[in-house]
T-cell receptor
Framework: DGGITQSPKYLFRKEGQNVTLSCEQN?????MYWYRQDPGQGLRLIYY???????QKGDIAEGYSVSREKKESFPLTVTSAQKNPTAFYLC?????????FGPGTRLTVL | DQQVKQNSPSLSVQEGRISILNCDYT??????FLWYKKYPAEGPTFLIS?????DKNEDGRFTVFLNKSAKHLSLHIVPSQPGDSAVYFC??????????FGTGTSLTVIP
């Protein structure tokens, strides 16, 4: 059963804490992406990775960090430096010309 | 600056009628366009795409039209069904590295 998984579905953290969001894919896709969605806004790119051990900043990378040690995994860390971390986070992988999305993680910082 | 724009935040259509969702872009280097459908609290699902070498692509009830000179694309859904109620995002790919997404149009199909 191939696909992209993100866990957990809902995540709560206290202000000032770092938190890591998981993204795993078994589709053998090389490229992976992290987006953030806020109400009334489109998907904004945080980071992307074309291959293992390489990643690039997107439009809103400040306050976030990523790693790509394995092809299947692209975790996103939301650091305490991110001023407005409460949002819906989406991970995607790309095959040919199409990106395929995971189910998302709703992060709420209290 | 938003390179892909969906100027209609919402659209309501009667079941069985045509739904037309519009999208405009500013970057003439974009050469591939996609439409995604998204339900609340879920990830977007790929719907249909079109390359800039075409002006129309059809898949069942869904047709995407591309007007390169106007930098405009549209998604037609015929006939519209209640299950089509969702937010629709258009996206453009120009460099192969990242997509640019519009802000979405919320479609409501009224039974």
């Amino acid at each position: 059963d191939g696909g992209i998984t993100q866990s957990p579905k809902y995540l709560f953290r206290k202000e000032g804490q770092n938190v890591t969001l998981s993204c795993e894919q078994n589709l053998n896709h090389d490229a992976m992406y992290w987006y953030r969605q806020d109400p009334g806004q489109g998907l904004r790119l945080i980071y992307y990775s074309q291959i293992v051990n390489d990643f690039q900043k997107g439009d809103i990378a400040e306050g976030y960090s990523v790693s790509r040690e394995k092809k299947e995994s692209f975790p996103l860390t939301v650091t305490s430096a991110q001023k407005n971390p409460t949002a819906f986070y989406l991970c995607a992988s790309k095959w040919a010309d199409t990106q395929y999305f995971g189910p998302g993680t709703r992060l709420t910082v209290l | 600056d938003q390179q892909v724009k969906q100027n209609s935040p919402s659209l309501s259509v009667q079941e069985g009628r045509i739904s037309i969702l519009n999208c405009d872009y500013t970057n003439s280097m974009f050469d591939y366009f996609l439409w995604y459908k998204k339900y609340p609290a879920e990830g977007p699902t790929f719907l249909i795409s079109i390359s800039s070498i075409k002006d129309k692509n059809e898949d069942g009830r869904f047709t995407v039209f591309l007007n390169k000179s106007a930098k405009h694309l549209s998604l037609h859904i015929v006939p519209s069904q209640p299950g089509d109620s969702a937010v629709y995002f258009c996206a453009a790919d120009g460099t192969g590295n990242q997509f640019y997404f519009g802000t979405g149009t919320s479609l409501t199909v009224i039974p």
